[in-house]
């Protein structure tokens, strides 16, 4: 037996009497049978830093790990205070809890701030026990404690570096997430946390990845299990009532961490997290369609003015057409009858049909000529968004409501964008035109796309003064129209509309059911045109 131990033992108590009061919970039933030796023993050699005070915290027992905790030796400290390990940084509050909890006869467990003899500092986990005596007094105190310095200093890193994690993360300009393999949100950002409110579309993140994986299809699988990443992947939003339409575009990274729960401690086990980047491409997007409507405006002017040129002439065309067509008839009445007195008139109806041939012939080869445009997979929803864009000043000065209603999952038609544009750019014009005319009430023009299987459909409704029921029919036919005499309207608008239908194998119609102005409705096969088949429009 040690010197210390020895001497602990002559002048103060009975270890085994320490032993019966500390824990008859923890040493077990049959721990009265076993040598005495063995507990000392145990106390003496336990890793863990071990020491007995009387009622005042003056030492009367340490053991080996104490001292090696601590730095001092059992000659060092025995008959010292335990405050001799105190570095005073401990709050004072502490210290009272701890006094208030032990005097209580209760255990108490806390952290203090201890010094060790060379006078570092270390942080000491430490839980002292009250003992009993047969009376039930305290008796003494056990005081059991581990230097945690280390761990301390790890832990705090780890946070330190979690929060400078989040603090570089949270001041990105971009929202970020981290998924895990069940789509559960792990870490995001503040900008993340704003697109929640933003976008109304619940969990952002999940919305987006189901937009990835239908955008992506097989390939998403592909890429997770490679841990590939992706970039640049983009996405329209549109607005719906006082939302604006935004535009993102998202990025991610896949990543394996180990797992460290306590499964995982001997049996190596990883999960996989996506980092997900979503930037809010608006204002870029916004430039570019800008500048993509600027060009737009310029080719739809210059192809309305060509238009204009066609229409002119093909209306003077039909014009001349019908005074020829009376000359001819005469013509050939006199020629019938053979009459010579009339051979002068004859002269000349035959000059006149000759020169008003040619001057149709002249104007056949003035009327300038519409290119065809290749067939491609065309959005419609993108199309009518433009066509509103374009005709955004006059809606404006028209005081039109416009309710637009895109169809989310609308899929793309094979055309022509342009002959499609020009489609229904004329369509929104001639509401725009209707509700012009309006003198009271609100002028509403209401947009829609829908589709199923097989069909795209477009509503394009306005409240304006319709068209009487009797005019619709003809209204498809060239050079009819219902407006006034004189206007800049040849009332070849809707035959080109229905030539460009059409060419899309689609149909047009005006809702005869509808009474509050015009409804028109197009719808267009999906498998209507080919790629492969048909290349131009
Ligand atoms: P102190 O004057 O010692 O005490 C400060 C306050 O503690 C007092 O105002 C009072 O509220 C309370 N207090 C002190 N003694 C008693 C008492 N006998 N009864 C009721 N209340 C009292 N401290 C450490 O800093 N590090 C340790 O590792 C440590 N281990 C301990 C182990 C044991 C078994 C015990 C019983 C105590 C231990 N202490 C330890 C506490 C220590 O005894 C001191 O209370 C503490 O260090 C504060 O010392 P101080 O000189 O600043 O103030």
Redesign the pocket.
């Known amino acids: 037996m040690k010197k210390i131990s020895l001497r602990f033992l002559q002048t103060h108590t009975n270890l085994a009497d320490v032993m019966d009061q500390l824990s008859p919970d923890l040493l077990g039933e049959g721990y009265n049978k076993m040598p005495f030796q063995l507990f000392v023993e145990a106390v003496e050699q336990v890793p863990i830093a071990i ?3 009387d ?3 003056n030492i009367l027992y340490v053991n080996d790990a104490f001292s090696r905790v601590t730095g001092y030796s059992q000659e060092d400290i025995l008959g010292e ?3 001799i ?4 940084r ?1 709050p ?1 509050t502490v ?2 809890d ?3 909890t ?2 209580a006869k209760k255990v108490w467990r806390g952290t ?1 701030c ?1 010094r060790h003899k060379s006078g570092q500092r270390y942080l ?1 986990d ?1 839980t ?1 026990a009250p003992m009993l005596n047969a009376q039930g007094d305290i008796s003494h ?3 059991m ?1 581990r230097d945690i310095t280390q761990v301390y200093e790890s832990e705090k890193r780890v946070i330190n570096q979690k929060l400078l994690i989040e603090s570089v993360i949270n001041s990105s300009p971009i929202a970020m997430v981290v998924i895990d393999d069940q789509d559960r949100v792990i870490l995001d950002n503040h900008n993340y946390k704003a697109l929640v409110t933003d976008l109304d579309k619940g969990e952002p993140a999940s919305y987006f990845l189901q937009l990835l994986r239908l955008e992506m299809g097989d390939l998403w699988q592909q890429i997770q299990s490679q841990e590939q990443g992706f970039n640049n992947r983009e996405f329209k939003i549109e607005g719906k009532g006082t939302r604006k339409t935004r535009w993102f575009s998202c990025a991610g990274n896949w990543f394996v961490e180990n797992e460290v729960n306590a499964d995982a401690f001997f049996e190596n086990a990883s999960k996989q997290y996506l980092i997900l980047t979503i930037t809010d491409i608006t204002r870029q997007r916004r430039q570019m369609e800008a500048l993509h409507i600027q060009s737009l405006k310029t080719l739809m002017a210059e192809d309305e003015r060509v238009r204009g040129i066609r229409e002119t002439l093909l209306g003077a065309m039909h014009q001349i057409q019908m005074p020829m067509n009376q000359i001819r008839a005469a013509e050939q009445l006199l020629r019938h009858k053979g009459d010579e007195q009339h051979l002068g008139l004859l002269n000349s109806l035959q000059q006149i049909q000759q020169s008003g041939e040619e001057a149709i012939t002249t104007m056949q080869n003035c009327i300038p000529e519409i290119f065809q445009t290749a067939i491609i997979p065309v959005n419609i929803n993108q199309l009518l968004h433009e066509v509103l864009l374009l005709s955004e000043q006059r809606i404006l000065g028209s005081g039109i409501t416009v309710y637009w209603q895109p169809w989310a999952e609308l899929p793309s038609l094979l055309g022509s964008e342009t002959r499609l544009r020009i489609l229904f750019k004329q369509l929104v014009d001639n509401a725009i035109d209707a509700l012009s005319a309006m003198d009271t009430g609100e002028r509403r023009l209401k947009i829609s796309t829908s589709s199923d299987t097989d069909l795209v459909c477009v509503v394009i409704e306005d409240n304006g003064p319709g068209i009487p029921l009797e005019k619709r029919a003809k209204v498809f036919e060239p050079f009819y129209t219902t407006r006034p005499f004189g206007g800049n309207q040849s009332g070849m608008g809707l035959v080109m509309a229905k030539e460009i239908i059409n060419q899309h194998k689609g149909f047009i119609d005006i809702d005869p059911d509808y009474q509050n102005g015009c409804r028109i409705k197009i719808s267009f096969p999906l498998q209507g045109l080919s790629a492969s088949g048909d290349h131009t429009c």
Not at 85 to 88: C, G, Q, T
């Open positions: 020491s007995i005070t009622k005042k915290a205070n335990e405050s390990l105190s570095d005073k401990t004072r210290y009272y701890l006094w208030h032990i005097s203090l201890n000491s430490l002292i105190y056990i005081g404690h």
